[in-house]
Nanobody, 128 residues
């Protein structure tokens, strides 16, 4: 069973930075397409960034130029570097994994319930 554990969330002021980590257990990270999602209070879950097994990356328009997704296959860990944080970035951030590229991309575009595996989330709060 896939196990994903997020860490690195916290409270920062606007303009600050955080790096989220997602450590995978019971799987080989390099075999999976990975993504970060977030869900703000009272809002739906949305895709933030994704990385495919061949390294293809993509970002939500709202985070382009500020967030960077990366992974370290040797450490079996996915990262999300978040710079120039804004109050609207406040949300619970989730790591997700799927063996199927189409499913992950569809999840990123709105069908997130189809994505196979999820972590428990890490909270990010950005104050103005």
């Amino acid at each position: 069973q896939v196990q994903l554990v997020e860490s690195g969330g916290g409270s920062v002021q606007a303009g600050g930075s955080l790096r989220l980590s997602c450590t995978a257990a019971a799987i080989t990270l390099s075999d999976y397409h990975m993504a970060w999602f977030r869900q703000a209070p009272g809002k739906g879950r949305e895709g933030v960034a994704y990385v495919g097994t061949y390294g293809t990356t993509g970002y939500a328009d709202s985070v382009k130029g500020r967030f960077t997704i990366s992974k370290d296959n040797a450490k079996n860990t996915l990262y999300l570097q978040m710079n120039n944080l804004k109050p609207e970035d406040t949300a619970m951030y989730y790591c997700a994994a799927d063996l199927k590229w189409g499913t992950l991309r569809s999840g990123f575009d709105g069908n997130w319930r189809r994505v196979a595996s999820w972590g428990q989330g890490t909270r990010v709060t950005v104050s103005s």
